[in-house]
Every structure is written in structure tokens, then in C-alpha cells.
T-cell receptor
Framework: GAGVSQSPSNKVTEKGKDVELRCDPISGHTALYWYRQSLGQGLEFLIY????????KSGLPSDRFSAERTGGSVSTLTIQRTQQEDSAVYLC???????????????FGPGTRLTVL | QKEVEQDPGPLSVPEGAIVSLNCTYSNSAFQYFMWYRQYSRKGPELLMY????GNKEDGRFTAQVDKSSKYISLFIRDSQPSDSATYLCAMSQGNYGQNFVFGPGTRLSVLP
């Protein structure tokens, strides 16, 4: 079946512009996660959704970052007034529920590579 | 000190070698441990999931957890060029997805 998809795959923008990144999770997955991956860094957790609700937004790096999820499905991560330090790969993952097991695990999308000039 | 540390590599080995990949961590409360494989320009995919200490084997892969030393390992036997990827460890106190902390990853190259 279809996995997690993300769009665009690559995004080049100018400093100060807003960008919107999209994630389509696996159908039926109630949990959705956003991570940021920079060269040499681990996956930095940004935010998660249980259904349409984001209980904890403390992982977002600044108030320029926001995310929403609608219909328990598609999620968008918006970065306003982009800065060069925002350049990274943004990964989305989904899972059947928040409780991960060997069989009910996170499935990652291919990521959006963001470059801020 | 980072919560989870990994040697970033790159680690280059000849085909057929046994590979040992390791992570150390500082939080003694971690009980759930995972290993992910990430090919270039792809998202990570789960390889191994273990709870608490001990070994777990799946085909050519063995995951080992030593909680007393706060050290986990992933062994790959009979390594293949297709194993060339970045390997990430992840761990958490509980099995809530949002709480897993990832290491920076080790880049592995298996040379034919």
C-alpha cells in the first residue's frame, strides 16, 4: 500500500519568505510526527499530532514554526520568515497509534529538503 | 553531553565483514531501543525494536542492549553493499512515539 508522502521533495527559498511543507500519512494512522534532520545531527523532534490535536508544541524551534492537521489526515508545517538556519531535511512520520511496538511502528516519508538562501 | 551519542563514521568495510554499530546514552531510564536504517534521500525505516536488556536477532541483524553500561549495539553479519546506509539508534523511557530520542547516525559503506 501507499506509504507516507511529502511534498515538495525539494524547496529552495529566499531568506524571509514563508514556506509550507505537506505530509500525507498512511491512511488510518492516527499519530503523525514532524522531525528536522540537519547534517551530523540526529532527528530533532518538532511536533506530534494525535488525530488533529497537537498536545505539545514545545519542540518547535521558534514561533516562526507552526503546524496543523486536518481531517485526521494531511498535515502542513509552515515556517514563516525563513532563516538560513532553517535549512534542513524535514521528515514526517505516521503510526497507527502513539504506542510504538515492533509491529506498530513509525513509518517515515522521504522528507522535504529545504534550502534557505 | 548529548543524550544519545553515535560515532558518525563513515565506516567502510569489505563485503562479508561483520559490522558493529554502537550508541551510548546518558539517561538510565531508557527502556525501549530501536535501530533505523536510512538510505540516501529516503526516510528512516525500522530495523530492530527491543525492550530492556538482552539480545534480539533477525536474520543477519542482532541488536544488543547493555543497560548497565548504557550502551547498545547493532551487529550486521555477512554485510552486503546493499547495507550501505546511515544507521540511527533511537531510545525512550516509554514507548510513546513522540518521546524517542535519536542519535545522529553512523554512515556505513560496504565495499564490493
Amino acid at each position: 500500500g501507499a506509504g507516507v508522502s511529502q511534498s515538495p521533495s525539494n524547496k529552495v527559498t529566499e531568506k524571509g519568505k514563508d514556506v509550507e511543507l505537506r505530509c500525507d500519512p498512511i491512511s488510518g494512522h492516527t499519530a503523525l510526527y514532524w522531525y528536522r534532520q540537519s547534517l551530523g545531527q540526529g532527528l530533532e523532534f518538532l511536533i506530534y499530532f494525535q488525530g488533529n490535536s497537537a498536545p505539545d508544541k514545545s519542540g518547535l524551534p521558534s514561533d516562526r514554526f507552526s503546524a496543523e492537521r486536518t481531517g485526521g489526515s494531511v498535515s502542513t508545517l509552515t515556517i514563516q520568515r525563513t532563516q538560513q538556519e532553517d535549512s534542513a531535511v524535514y521528515l514526517c512520520a505516521s503510526s497507527l497509534s502513539l504506542y510504538l511496538t515492533a509491529t506498530d511502528t513509525q513509518y517515515f516519508g522521504p522528507g522535504t529538503r529545504l534550502t534557505v538562501l | 553531553q548529548k543524550e544519545v551519542e553515535q560515532d558518525p563514521g563513515p565506516l567502510s568495510v569489505p563485503e562479508g565483514a561483520i559490522v558493529s554499530l554502537n550508541c551510548t546514552y546518558s539517561n538510565s531510564a531508557f527502556q525501549y531501543f530501536m535501530w533505523y536504517r536510512q538510505y540516501s534521500r529516503k526516510g528512516p525505516e525500522l530495523l530492530m525494536y527491543t525492550y530492556s536488556s538482552g539480545n534480539k536477532e533477525d536474520g543477519r541483524f542482532t541488536a544488543q542492549v547493555d543497560k548497565s553500561s548504557k550502551y547498545i549495539s547493532l551487529f550486521i553479519r555477512d554485510s552486503q553493499p546493499s547495507d550501505s546506509a546511515t544507521y540511527l539508534c533511537a531510545m525512550s523511557q516509554g514507548n510513546y512515539g513522540q518521546n524517542f530520542v535519536f542519535g545522529p547516525g553512523t554512515r556505513l559503506s560496504v565495499l564490493p
